[in-house]
């Protein structure tokens, strides 16, 4: 998208004639809109040689064309990504209606394809107390002022299974040290709390004596010198390029911000957290989506395969 950012192109479009950016501008965070529009472009290629989803006529779609659109994202993608972008379709088809552009009828029939079945193994690993450690142990022989800041934001990833977008928008006015509770915004403006305790409040507390008073964001950048920056929020790509580089210090095997996250919901249920406080406390809209990161079965899937005895010795 150019230097635009999604929220600036989508305004520069006339509302009254586009249901993408109408259906863009109505989502709440920029990675939302981000990665929807990057759906709706694949779908407009799907059906025009121009893939600019802004210029799209989706109110022309029907039925038909929405289950072709299906079918050939169901060639390409997995089930979870098909039925992502279909959301997306939906979205802006209803905006496309709510707007006048098509009658209720086309709406509700061009929306009423299914999503695809299928369930897929959720991308990326856990990370191991020992990786863990490590990065740790790398942030603390850095005796700079990125050294401070990256155990605390390692310690908060893990210890409260926080998105790179919900570490960057923090203030330091969201975080009570006497308690350590931390209020968390996360998708959809929802707020939640967390709770540091242990290394992790201690990483945060070593952060903050280095860090000072001043209001603003609860993390800032620092640069190569080790200076502080203005007390300005990072962005979720500082956060990446920063778990990179410790990992490359670590001699950690590369893992996503993400994974931080999984680590968190996998390691509370291993040590018999109940469900529905974790994914209370990871920020789930529904149980289900805590469910998938739940490695206990198939640790039991483990077990139970060592239980049967291939009479095979190997050559040696």
Not at 130 to 136: D, F, N, R, S, V
Not at 154 to 180: K, N
Not at 211 to 219: D, H, P, Q, S, T
Not at 251 to 268: A, C, I, Q, W
Request: aromatic share 6%; with cysteine; charged share 25%.
């Amino acid at each position: 998208m150019n230097k635009l950012t999604i929220a600036n192109k989508t305004n520069a479009a006339r509302l009254d004639q586009s249901a993408a950016a109408m259906y863009l501008t109505s989502l709440n965070s920029e990675a939302g809109r981000r990665t929807m529009a990057q759906a709706l472009n694949v779908c407009a290629g799907l059906m025009s040689d121009n893939a600019d989803a802004l210029a799209f006529a989706w109110h022309e779609l029907r039925f038909q064309h929405v289950t072709a659109i299906r079918a050939k994202l169901n060639e390409v993608y997995k089930p979870a990504t098909v039925n992502k972008m279909l959301a997306a379709l939906r979205g802006v088809l209803r905006c496309a209606w709510q707007a006048g552009h098509m009658s209720a009828e086309d709406f509700h029939k061009a929306a009423s394809v299914k999503s695809v079945k299928g369930e897929t193994l959720p991308a990326g690993r856990e990370l191991s107390q020992g990786e863990l450690t490590a990065l740790m142990a790398t942030c603390e022989q850095d005796t700079t002022n990125a050294g401070a800041r990256d155990a605390a934001i390692i310690g908060l990833m893990y210890s409260c299974g926080l998105r790179r977008e919900e570490v960057v928008t923090l203030d330091l006015a969201d975080f009570e040290p006497e308690s350590g509770r931390l209020v968390v915004r996360g998708k959809g403006n929802k707020e939640r709390t967390a709770w540091l305790t242990g290394g992790a409040a201690r990483a945060v507390a070593d952060w903050l004596a280095v860090r000072g008073g001043e209001v603003g964001a609860l993390f800032v950048a620092v640069n190569k010198s080790g200076r502080m920056a203005n007390c300005e929020h990072m962005t979720p790509k500082t956060i990446y390029s920063m778990l990179a580089k410790r990992a490359t210090e670590a001699g950690v095997k590369s893992f996503s911000p993400h994974d931080m996250r999984r680590t968190f919901v996998s390691d509370l249920l291993d040590a018999g957290a109940d469900i529905t406080t974790v994914s209370k406390m990871a920020g789930h809209a529904n149980v289900t989506t805590t469910s998938r990161y739940d490695r206990r079965p198939e640790e039991a899937k483990r077990k139970a395969a060592s239980l049967l005895h291939v009479p095979y010795a190997g050559r040696g």
